[in-house]
């Protein structure tokens, strides 16, 4: 149930946000403004001068007053906000700033900050004996935990009427446990709290030594390999079966990579260098995916390890745009990248040749829904 404290957190949080966001445009186009007043080389003084100061310093006031007040004013909210069930629109919306402003969130103390918790039907989960003893009256002997990808949550495992949750945890007689994370953290900080999640989850689960499965989307597959790289020898680690990875950008994904492109080409002009920052308006975990995990952070030993790839353009040899399909990949993650292939053998990732799969024609988002991707899981599994 959606709370009426948590109405008025997400409103404060989002009036905390929008003033924010209103200062820094102000600031950037005083910027600009300034840029365009004293165009010549040297040190940029990004603040105008005289009248035009005067006028900025009032319009950033302003802008401040009015924030302050209505987040005080929606901190008052009572309880008459009425109570109703927990949206999955109000999770999606929460889900994307958290991926893009999520370091940010986290930084400032903002309500919207999403905390790492695991969940299941959408609600997170009291990790105690009692409370999992409570909730999974015939708990199963183990359990598949799913990592979902940047800016989503726990309930978009479940896409055009599919939940790869549900049904591979029914054929292995697993319980499905879904992650919910701030995809805005760095993806290191992000794999320190999942290995003391799943050590706390492993201590309390209704059954000893349980059997681990974990899923992973996208960045979801870096967060479970750098928790895993943290903690090689926790107990919880020599738990884990398998790792699966669906499209995950081991390697860096390409749209990261232009995003970088355009920060460049924007600082370069001399007007056009403060709209730089808006193309550095990318959380830590976006810009993580620049790179994928450091070249130390390998397959963890003991783990039955697969890569599993989208491939769109299949039939007439070209995708989107004329792109080779292997440039292409899933449309957001290319193909080698996502089956762990380097040029530099050092940087290799040793995923057995059997234990690699292309779906093709899938997309990156329609790896948690194609029939064959699940097919193969099954198989795998």
């Not at 008459?80 to 400032?108: F, K, Y």
């Not at 749209?255 to 709209?275: F, I, Q, S, T």
Request: charged letters at 20%; proline letters at 7%; a positive charge.
């Amino acid at each position: 149930m959606k709370t009426p404290s948590r109405v008025a957190a997400d409103l404060q949080g989002a009036a905390r946000l929008a003033t924010e966001g209103s200062v820094a445009l102000v600031r950037l186009v005083e910027a600009m403004h300034a840029r365009i007043q004293r165009p010549l080389p040297g040190p940029a003084n990004e603040r105008t001068r005289g009248l035009t100061g005067l006028v900025y310093r009032g319009v950033h006031g302003v802008t401040r007053g009015v924030g302050m007040s209505t987040t005080a004013l929606l901190g008052l909210l009572p309880e008459a906000v009425e109570r109703g069930p927990r949206s999955p629109r109000r999770d999606a919306v929460v889900a994307a700033l958290n991926g893009v402003l999520g370091d940010h969130l986290a930084a400032t103390g903002n309500p919207l900050a999403q905390r790492m918790q695991l969940c299941c039907d959408g609600e997170p989960l009291v990790l105690t004996r009692g409370a999992l003893a409570a909730r999974f009256p015939s708990a199963s002997q183990g359990v598949l935990v799913l990592l979902h990808g940047l800016c989503m949550n726990d309930r978009q495992w479940r896409r055009k009427g599919h939940d790869h949750g549900a049904e591979l945890g029914a054929a292995l007689g697993l319980t499905p446990l879904y992650l919910r994370y701030n995809s805005g953290l760095p993806v290191t900080e992000n794999g320190r709290q999942f290995a003391a999640l799943m050590a706390t989850l492993l201590r309390v689960w209704p059954h000893a030594a349980p059997r681990v499965v974990l899923l992973a989307h996208s960045m979801g597959g870096l967060v479970a390999r750098s928790a895993l790289h943290k903690a090689p020898r926790a107990a919880w680690t020599r738990r884990v079966s398998d790792l699966v990875c669906l499209g995950t950008p081991h390697f860096g994904a390409p749209l990261e990579k232009a995003g970088r492109g355009v920060d460049l080409l924007l600082d370069a002009a001399p007007y056009a260098a403060p709209l730089a920052r808006l193309g550095k308006v990318r959380s830590a975990g976006i810009t993580d995916l620049r790179h994928g995990l450091d070249a130390d952070v390998g397959l963890p030993p003991g783990t039955r390890c697969w890569a599993l790839a989208g491939l769109l353009g299949e039939g007439d040899g070209k995708g989107a745009r004329g792109l080779a399909p292997h440039v292409l990949g899933d449309g957001l993650v290319r193909l080698n990248s996502a089956l762990g292939r380097h040029r530099d053998p050092a940087r290799r990732l040793p995923f057995p040749e059997a234990h690699q799969w292309v779906a093709e024609g899938v997309g990156h988002l329609d790896l948690l829904s194609s029939r064959a991707v699940a097919r193969q899981l099954r198989a795998w599994l």
